[in-house]
């Protein structure tokens, strides 16, 4: 009991000062009212939206996979893993996968021996930022071209290429600096290619692979759509509340999207540093970045209503597409992924690495967006 008392009292005096903060500023009937009304409109017109792209890129993903699409963009890619990543040709099967699903999905590729057995243990341990970069990516590139951006999201997926290849070489550093013995041992010993004992077109008729595969890819996306529920309503309804402020008048009624503008007036002091890396050009913005760190779904939720005020121009959808697809959630999932593994001593040199590689995503797509629009 003594040792579970003190995160007790500091569980409750947080929850104490955050919330006697925002119901002396907006009032404690009025707080409610919007924290009740956000949630339920990022319920109804975000979260399904969310779900629905969810569903239809599930769908898209699980058709590539049934008919050999992602294998053979891996045999295309694999001469630049090496030179790019340092890593084996057959990681780029891995980063196709989590862009197209999310990022768990290089650990149950990972824990097949014959594919870690052709990875050095240095490179083994780095599939986690290498697959965590490129997370949820298909999901977010297509979620920012829904708001009617058009090249912008792919200078996102350049910055976030980028970035990946900062995070997953900088880890590979780290845990060499720390076991120099892992450069040259194997993550696993070696095993023969297992043959595949289906039969190519299996006994089904093309067009019920093709239904099976729209259905199973869809109900992977419901799953998907439904696990981001959470991050959307708890995070991004509290991000709203410290992000915009109270009604057109002035005063607050209990409307959704109300809140105290702390983030903004917090961020405002160092504004300028944002603005010269990633050109942002209102301090709102930087509500994004901070709720990818969390969950890249959460941080679409706030996308819609930050494009409607006018925050988002094509440089900040670049550099959010980039942020939210490198960053992903990784604080969420990083520990989960490498206690996996087996190499949870080591989660806090993955963070500070993928940490560097979202900055760096973030500062490639804003020039790039910059190069572009010299050019176009």
Known sequence: MKLKWPQGLTCLLILCILFGYLGSVMGAANLMNTVMHTAHDLLLN???FLMAVCVLTGAIGKIMIEFGVVNLLGAILRPLMKPVFNLPGRAALGGILTFLSDN????TLARDKRFAGHFKKYQFISLTNFGTAFGMGLLVVVFMLAQG???EPLMGFFGAICGCVLSTRLMQRFVLKKYPQYKDEPAYPPMAEETDTKEEGNKKSTFLRIL???LDGG????EIGLSIIPGVLIISTLVMILTFGPSADG?????AYEGTELLPMAFSHINFLFE???GFNDPHLMAFPITSLGAVGAALGIVPNFVEQGWMNGNAIAVCTAIGMCWSGFLSTHTAMLDTLGYRELTGK???AHTLGGILAGISAHWAYVLISMII
């Open 149 to 151: 951006f058009t090249y």
């Open 46 to 48: 975000t979260v399904f």
């Open 219 to 222: 109900k992977n996306g419901v």
């Open 104 to 107: 768990p999905a290089i650990i």
């Open 276 to 278: 010269w890396l990633f």
């Open 251 to 255: 005063t607050y009624t209990g409307a």
């Open 212 to 214: 099976d595969a729209l």
């Open 350 to 352: 993955a963070i500070l």
